[in-house]
């Protein structure tokens, strides 16, 4: 009991981000419950949301250099696994600080949720057994839910309720599947599955499919077909800063999942992972094509990069991890300030059509510059950060490929490098309507962006851009 008792608060002091970001939470309740319903006080729980992220990510300790498990292996910590909750805290940070530049009044339940995202992503990319993964992913999604409904507009609880229901079924596969794990292997620790399986009796074809209802879990946190179909419309419906987090934060809880879970089956998961990748590709860069609306066309564009993301994973070895890892760090910061783009240029015009932005260039150079910039980074062309990641990521596949030929990773190479020519044209309609077409004179009447959303979008832009030249700032991180 005491040898208990002393091992739980061991793995206790490991846990700083969490217990900060818990008390957090704790105070932001009560500063909701006992300040008065005004937009004042709503503005303090915004500045001390903000304080509270910003000094857990201050305190999130990336000296740890070991691999430890937690909780008898209910978590693991590693460095990687650092940088993870490190990418999620700096997503929530320039999220609140969107919020906070154009001037959005949403009420301290939202806020609050954010964090509590937050807070359950910090736990799942942890991660090490079933139940942890389970209970950590469940929180995200609740939570995610209410954000969406959050407005109780008609198309809001619309997008909510296709939400709920895609994530219920993912949950239903994932949960299944680790129960076939479980049954096969007799343990619920990721770590000690991945040991067993190659020691068991079991079917291999049935141990891939059971891997593969686990992976139905992380697989729709990040927007992967087949579980993508809820992305379009929660995109398109849910307030640009709200989903511009629901875009990319559970997408890193998600990767880290499918990390972890593809090293159960120690053995070739080329072909069903090279599916995945291709199909998320081509439904999302296909249907991007003939979007009219900006934030449903990075709806079906987030599901064509969690293809992109995912092809690292076809490298089993350190470099395509890192080469996984490094895209999805720079897609915090492009995608972030898309999202930031795309608000401010509703502002200008008043919709989130590709028409009305027409003419914006000339009247906002440095907006149309800076999107530009934002655009040839989601796109993966030099000198953006999008250029490093997907060329990190084809390297990768490239060297996998040199040392076994294989024809359908030869494929998932030329089907990616052809569909980021492809993703060209539906990108650069931003830039493409702000720069060559003329305006028409009864549109832009909406309000100028404040300085301070330019001085944020010029940030990200400028990181976005150094990463290009600095690689090294993320990977030498694990």
């Not at 087949?226 to 709200?242: I, K, Q, R």
Request: glycine share 6%; proline share 3%.
């Amino acid at each position: 009991m005491i040898g208990q008792l002393r091992h739980i608060l061991s793995s206790s002091t490991n846990l700083h981000t969490e217990l900060l970001l818990f008390l957090g939470l704790l105070l932001l309740v009560l500063l909701q419950a006992f300040l008065e319903k005004s937009k004042k006080s709503r503005q303090i729980i915004l500045i001390a949301a903000e304080v509270l992220v910003l000094g857990t990510l201050c305190c999130t300790d990336d000296k740890n250099t070991s691999v430890s498990f937690l909780f008898n292996g209910l978590l693991e910590i590693n460095p990687l696994i650092t940088l993870a909750k490190q990418l999620v805290l700096v997503a929530t940070l320039i999220v609140f600080a969107h919020i906070h530049v154009l001037k959005y009044d949403y009420r301290s339940e939202a806020l609050i949720l954010i964090v509590g995202i937050s807070f359950g992503l910090c736990f799942l990319v942890m991660a090490n057994h079933i139940l942890s993964m389970f209970i950590s992913m469940e929180m995200v999604s609740l939570c995610s839910y209410v954000l969406v409904a959050f407005r109780k507009k008609a198309t809001n609880l619309e997008a909510g309720i296709k939400y709920l229901i895609f994530g219920a079924t993912a949950s239903a596969f994932m949960l299944f599947g680790g129960s076939l794990l479980f049954g096969m292997t007799g343990t619920m620790q990721f770590n000690e599955m991945s040991r067993l399986v190659e020691q068991g009796s079991n079917a291999l074809g049935l141990v891939q499919v059971a891997l593969f209802m686990t992976l139905a879990g992380p697989l729709f946190k990040l927007a992967a077909v087949p579980f993508h179909l809820w992305a379009p419309d929660v995109y398109e419906s849910t307030p640009t800063p709200l989903i511009s987090f629901l875009a990319i934060a559970p997408k890193i809880g998600g990767l880290f999942m499918i990390f972890k879970l593809l090293e159960i089956v120690p053995k070739d998961h080329s072909l069903l992972l090279s599916l995945l990748i291709i199909l998320s590709i081509l439904v999302g860069n296909f249907a991007a094509l003939s979007q009219k609306q900006a934030k449903r066309m990075m709806g079906y564009s987030g599901i064509a990069q969690a293809g992109f993301i995912l092809i690292g994973m076809l490298n089993s070895e350190n470099v395509g991890i890192q080469a996984s890892v490094f895209y999805l760090s720079v897609y915090v910061f492009t995608n972030t300030g898309a999202f930031l783009l795309i608000d401010m240029l509703k502002q200008l015009s008043g919709s989130n059509k590709f028409k009305s932005f027409s003419g914006l260039g000339q009247e906002h150079i440095l907006i149309a510059l800076l999107g530009f910039v934002l655009m040839v980074s989601l796109t993966g062309l030099p000198p953006t950060g999008g250029f490093m990641s997907k060329f990190l990521v084809f390297t990768s596949l490239w060297e996998k490929y040199s040392l076994n030929s294989s024809p359908i990773l030869l494929t998932v190479l030329l089907f990616g490098l052809v569909n980021t020519a492809i993703s060209l044209y539906y990108y650069f309609k931003i830039p493409y309507y702000m720069f060559v077409k003329k305006a028409n004179e009864d549109v832009h009447t909406g309000n100028k962006p404040s300085v301070a959303s330019v001085f944020l979008l010029v940030f990200l832009c400028i990181v976005v851009v150094a990463l290009f030249f600095n690689p090294e700032w993320v990977q030498n991180r694990f």
